[in-house]
């Protein structure tokens, strides 16, 4: 199988370009809201407090008047008694970087430790309006509604205080990373063709509005700061940014004022610690690749051996998906474990080597599947954390030389395991409405993932694999959902596979098919197939014989509507006529004597995510 995979990824190319125009789930023309940052924030580091202005060009490229917009105010969650704390406490599995000692870190946070962001003041094209905090949620009354098409300026005076570290976001994290400023600034909440996606900040998960910022950061001068957008000032500034060869001017004052630029993106994070060590590496043909960790003895060796593994990360991923479309990527350690942001990433970074390059993958593959792609994670995190375990599953089999004949293995056997638990639910769940964190993990990372390796084997890998690629071309720098992945596949493979993304992700239909029966039939042999689980799929079949010969048998779902395409070229396929869904058994019949015949096996790639593999072969008795 791995043989396979490398010949299919190894032709992968893509050609980067733009579509102005698609259809979207609504049949109407594609549109999406675009947003113009202009921020400025002085960052005090002795108590962690930050004051900032925001200028905010907002397009409405909807065809509806809008006379309300929100904004996110993320660090509210960090206080006592905040819907993220709350939820902590009622939650049955609560994550335990947030629940220690059984109980909530943020319930009894003082003043000085928790985060909040508050906006004082905000002005619609120089005129005031009628704002009200809820929580984690500004709610905007417009004087002047906007009408489609045009354009709007708001302008705004915050205030934050940074958490200490709980979840993603905050000050002085395990690792001592001074600051890991994740969702710290007014965030404009996205409107779609579903309406506003104002959604609390309760666990987990964003959507943000495509456009560009220009941001402005001023602290302590002897603060090394990484994160989004390229630093327009670096020979003001130093600290590694300088062109190689010259010499920067030491500052006169206690400040450096920190000029970045980010665009066409939807988030903006920077990360900053006075002990931070800056590395570069410039990928050849590719963008430029920073890295900013401690400068701690135990993890040094570690952190320059990542820089080489994430050169071959990066080109790993534009081959197979599609050209990382920036110039920059930036690798930092901060955060709490790991988590993707637009240009970057935060990882933890005192961690075994494996490890270390495991993380760095992952969160480097979502700036495919989510920071270009950038679907709602809200609704549908499947999207972007399965997508990005499958890539990234096949990029660390090749990066660290793993060589598994199945690098999907583990990936299945969580999925097989949320399904025993009888705790799953539909993926279509909100991500904070999940009864456990355990069945959103599940649902999000390992069944995501086999939406896509299980998708090959339906479609074929070649046909998944330019399923992707068309995907990216298709829909970057866009919100794709759930229909624009099964009709990019439609297309690529010439198959209906509505049923795959209906019970895949809308229910919790499980696949079991069994060899029900196998009997002589004269000098031939009748096989009798059960459908047990409710999900539908097309069946292959691969029999071996008493003369180490093989042969597959292939039965079509009759609703996809067609055939793949023999996985196994070098064996002689047998396409058997359609399998109608409502049919629970099916028989067909092999041109050999029973008594030839050493085993029957369903789905010999272990693509199928069958609940009960025990029932997928036939031997004879011994």
Not at 525 to 549: A, C, F, H, Q, S
Request: with cysteine; proline share 5%; aromatic share 12%.
């Amino acid at each position: 199988m791995q043989n396979k995979h490398n010949a299919l990824l190894g032709c992968l190319a893509l050609v980067f370009g733009f579509l102005t125009t698609l259809p979207a789930q609504n049949n109407t023309a594609y549109w999406q809201q675009h947003v113009d940052y202009t921020m400025s924030v002085d960052m005090d580091v002795e108590n962690y407090t930050y004051k900032g202005t925001q200028k905010l060009v907002y397009t409405n490229n909807s065809p509806d008047v809008l006379s309300k917009v929100y904004y996110h105010l993320y660090f509210n969650a960090f206080k006592p008694g905040s819907e993220m704390d709350v939820r902590l406490q009622n939650i049955k599995d609560p994550d335990g970087r947030m629940f220690v000692d059984n109980k909530s870190r943020i319930a009894d946070l003082s003043n000085e430790d928790m985060g909040f962001l508050t906006v004082s003041s905000l002005l619609q094209d120089g005129a005031a309006t009628s704002f009200k905090e809820e929580g984690t949620v500004l709610e905007v009354t417009l004087q002047n509604p906007i009408a489609p098409g045009a354009k709007t300026t708001f302008e705004m005076v915050f205030e934050g205080q940074v958490p200490v570290q709980i979840r993603r976001s905050g000050r002085n994290n395990s690792e001592g990373v001074a600051l890991s400023m994740s969702q710290w600034y007014p965030k404009m909440a996205e409107y779609d063709f579903e309406g506003w996606h104002a959604d609390p900040y309760i666990a987990r998960e964003f959507h943000g509005v495509w456009g560009n910022f220009d941001v402005k950061l001023t602290l302590d001068k002897d603060y090394v700061v990484g994160g989004s957008g390229y630093l327009q000032n670096p020979q003001e500034i130093g600290h590694g940014y300088e062109a190689a060869g010259t010499k920067v001017k030491k500052p006169k004052g206690k400040t450096l004022t920190w000029h970045f630029k980010a665009p066409m993106v939807h988030d903006f994070m920077w990360a900053a610690d006075p002990d931070y060590l800056h590395d570069t590496l410039k990928v050849v043909g590719g963008p430029t690749l920073h890295f900013f960790y401690k400068d701690k003895p135990g993890i040094l060796e570690n952190w320059k051996n990542l820089q080489p593994k994430t050169e071959a990360a990066m080109k790993f991923f534009s081959k197979n998906i599609g050209p990382y479309p920036y110039e920059q990527y930036s690798v930092i350690q901060g955060g709490d474990g790991g988590m993707e942001y637009a240009m970057s990433t935060l990882i933890t970074g005192e961690r075994k080597f494996g490890s270390l390059v495991g993380v760095m993958v992952h969160e480097m593959a979502h700036s495919w599947f989510q920071h270009v792609l950038a679907n709602n994670e809200v609704k549908h995190a499947w999207m972007d954390e399965g997508f990005t375990t499958f890539i990234s599953s096949l990029c660390m089999n090749e990066v660290m030389q793993q060589n598994k004949e199945n690098p999907f293995e583990d990936v299945y056997k969580g999925y097989y395991a949320l399904v025993n638990s009888g705790k799953e639910q539909p993926q279509t769940t909100h991500a904070d409405r999940f009864e456990h964190n355990f069945a959103y993990g599940i649902s999000a990372y390992n069944k995501g993932s086999v939406f896509l390796s299980q998708l090959g084997y339906v479609i074929g890998q070649e046909k998944l694999m330019e399923t992707l690629r068309q995907y990216f071309e298709d829909f970057k720098f866009k919100h794709p959902l759930p229909n624009d992945i099964k009709r990019t596949a439609e297309k690529v493979s010439g198959l209906e596979l509505d049923w795959y993304l209906t019970d895949w992700t809308q229910t919790t239909n499980v696949i079991d098919y069994a060899v029900k029966n196998v009997t002589a039939d004269g000098n031939s042999t009748k096989v009798t197939l059960e459908r047990v689980g409710l999900m539908p799929m097309p069946m292959d079949i691969l029999v071996v014989y008493d003369d180490n010969t093989q042969e597959t048998f292939y039965a079509p779902l009759r609703m996809m509507r067609g055939e793949k395409e023999n996985p196994y070229p070098n064996l002689k396929r047998t396409v058997l006529p359609d399998w109608p869904w409502a049919y629970t058994s099916y028989q067909f019949s092999i041109d050999r004597p029973l008594e030839n015949i050493t085993a029957i096996v369903l789905d010999p790639s272990q693509l199928m995510a069958d609940v009960k593999r025990e029932n997928n072969m036939y031997q004879p008795q011994q």
